[in-house]
Protein backbone atom coordinates (compact mmCIF):
# COMPACT_ATOMS: atom_id res chain seq x y z
CA UNK A 1 0.00 0.00 0.00
CA UNK A 2 1.40 3.47 -0.84
CA UNK A 3 0.73 6.32 1.51
CA UNK A 4 1.11 10.16 0.99
CA UNK A 5 0.74 12.78 3.68
CA UNK A 6 0.93 16.33 3.43
CA UNK A 7 1.42 18.76 6.05
CA UNK A 8 2.41 22.76 7.01
CA UNK A 9 -0.99 23.94 5.48
CA UNK A 10 -2.96 26.64 7.45
CA UNK A 11 -4.26 30.12 7.72
CA UNK A 12 -1.97 32.81 6.25
CA UNK A 13 -2.19 36.95 5.45
CA UNK A 14 -1.72 37.82 1.70
CA UNK A 15 2.08 38.30 0.95
CA UNK A 16 2.58 35.36 3.43
CA UNK A 17 4.20 32.38 3.17
CA UNK A 18 3.75 28.37 3.77
CA UNK A 19 6.06 25.24 3.13
CA UNK A 20 4.00 22.34 2.53
CA UNK A 21 5.85 18.87 3.03
CA UNK A 22 4.64 15.76 1.17
CA UNK A 23 5.89 12.72 3.22
CA UNK A 24 5.88 8.94 1.26
CA UNK A 25 5.74 5.46 3.21
CA UNK A 26 5.05 2.01 2.54
CA UNK A 27 6.04 0.76 -1.15
CA UNK A 28 6.21 4.49 -1.83
CA UNK A 29 8.67 5.30 0.93
CA UNK A 30 11.14 2.35 -0.44
CA UNK A 31 11.01 3.40 -3.81
CA UNK A 32 10.49 6.88 -3.72
CA UNK A 33 13.06 7.88 -5.80
CA UNK A 34 11.27 5.75 -8.48
CA UNK A 35 8.33 8.47 -8.88
CA UNK A 36 7.88 11.59 -10.07
CA UNK A 37 5.97 14.38 -8.02
CA UNK A 38 3.21 16.87 -8.04
CA UNK A 39 1.27 19.39 -6.02
CA UNK A 40 -1.75 20.09 -6.99
CA UNK A 41 -4.89 21.92 -5.88
CA UNK A 42 -8.49 22.05 -5.81
CA UNK A 43 -10.58 25.16 -4.99
CA UNK A 44 -14.39 24.96 -4.43
CA UNK A 45 -16.12 24.82 -7.45
CA UNK A 46 -12.86 24.34 -9.35
CA UNK A 47 -11.17 21.53 -11.16
CA UNK A 48 -7.86 20.41 -9.64
CA UNK A 49 -5.12 21.91 -11.32
CA UNK A 50 -1.01 21.63 -11.15
CA UNK A 51 0.52 24.05 -9.32
CA UNK A 52 4.01 22.53 -9.16
CA UNK A 53 5.53 19.21 -10.69
CA UNK A 54 9.16 17.63 -10.23
CA UNK A 55 10.83 15.00 -12.04
CA UNK A 56 12.24 11.69 -10.65
CA UNK A 57 15.70 12.66 -10.36
CA UNK A 58 14.42 16.49 -9.33
CA UNK A 59 16.14 17.65 -11.86
CA UNK A 60 13.59 19.16 -14.41
CA UNK A 61 10.15 21.16 -12.87
CA UNK A 62 7.45 22.77 -13.91
CA UNK A 63 5.05 25.69 -13.13
CA UNK A 64 2.09 27.38 -14.46
CA UNK A 65 2.26 31.15 -14.69
CA UNK A 66 -0.22 31.57 -12.10
CA UNK A 67 2.34 30.47 -9.32
CA UNK A 68 5.77 30.85 -11.21
CA UNK A 69 8.23 32.84 -9.21
CA UNK A 70 6.30 32.31 -6.21
CA UNK A 71 6.34 28.32 -5.77
CA UNK A 72 9.36 26.42 -5.51
CA UNK A 73 8.49 22.30 -5.44
CA UNK A 74 11.90 20.07 -4.35
CA UNK A 75 12.37 16.51 -4.06
CA UNK A 76 14.72 14.89 -1.37
CA UNK A 77 14.72 11.15 -2.04
CA UNK A 78 16.86 10.23 0.85
CA UNK A 79 13.85 11.70 3.18
CA UNK A 80 11.17 10.54 1.20
CA UNK A 81 9.59 13.55 1.07
CA UNK A 82 8.75 16.37 -1.39
CA UNK A 83 8.49 20.30 -0.55
CA UNK A 84 6.13 23.31 -1.79
CA UNK A 85 7.43 26.27 -0.95
CA UNK A 86 4.95 28.74 -1.22
CA UNK A 87 5.92 32.70 -1.37
CA UNK A 88 3.98 35.92 -2.17
CA UNK A 89 0.53 34.07 -1.57
CA UNK A 90 -2.62 35.43 -2.50
CA UNK A 91 -6.54 34.95 -2.00
CA UNK A 92 -6.43 33.49 -4.87
CA UNK A 93 -4.27 30.25 -4.04
CA UNK A 94 -6.86 29.57 -1.15
CA UNK A 95 -7.57 25.63 -1.76
CA UNK A 96 -7.01 22.07 -0.55
CA UNK A 97 -3.56 21.09 -1.94
CA UNK A 98 -2.65 17.37 -2.86
CA UNK A 99 0.53 16.03 -3.48
CA UNK A 100 0.68 13.10 -5.90
CA UNK A 101 3.02 10.77 -7.09
CA UNK A 102 3.73 8.87 -10.75
CA UNK A 103 5.58 6.12 -11.30
CA UNK A 104 7.92 7.67 -13.73
CA UNK A 105 11.23 9.63 -14.57
CA UNK A 106 9.66 12.67 -16.03
CA UNK A 107 6.90 14.87 -14.12
CA UNK A 108 3.20 14.94 -15.27
CA UNK A 109 0.92 17.73 -15.58
CA UNK A 110 -2.26 16.42 -15.73
CA UNK A 111 -4.16 14.46 -12.60
CA UNK A 112 -4.90 11.94 -14.62
CA UNK A 113 -1.30 10.39 -15.05
CA UNK A 114 -0.64 10.45 -11.06
CA UNK A 115 -0.97 7.08 -9.35
CA UNK A 116 -1.39 7.99 -5.72
CA UNK A 117 -2.65 10.82 -3.62
CA UNK A 118 -2.64 12.34 -0.60
CA UNK A 119 -5.37 13.13 1.73
CA UNK A 120 -5.01 16.92 1.40
CA UNK A 121 -4.12 19.86 3.04
CA UNK A 122 -5.77 23.15 3.19
CA UNK A 123 -4.02 26.39 2.51
CA UNK A 124 -6.19 29.85 3.50
CA UNK A 125 -4.64 33.15 2.49
CA UNK A 126 -6.94 36.26 3.35
CA UNK A 127 -6.68 39.18 2.05
Known amino acids: QVQLVESGGGLVQAGGSLRLSCAAS???????????MGWFRQAPGKEREVVAA????????YYPNSVKGRFTISKDNAKNTVYLQMNSLRPEDTAVYYC?????????????????WGQGTQVTVSS
Open 100 to 116: AAHKGTFYRTSYQDYDY
Open 54 to 61: ISLSGSTT
Open 26 to 36: GRTGATFNTYA
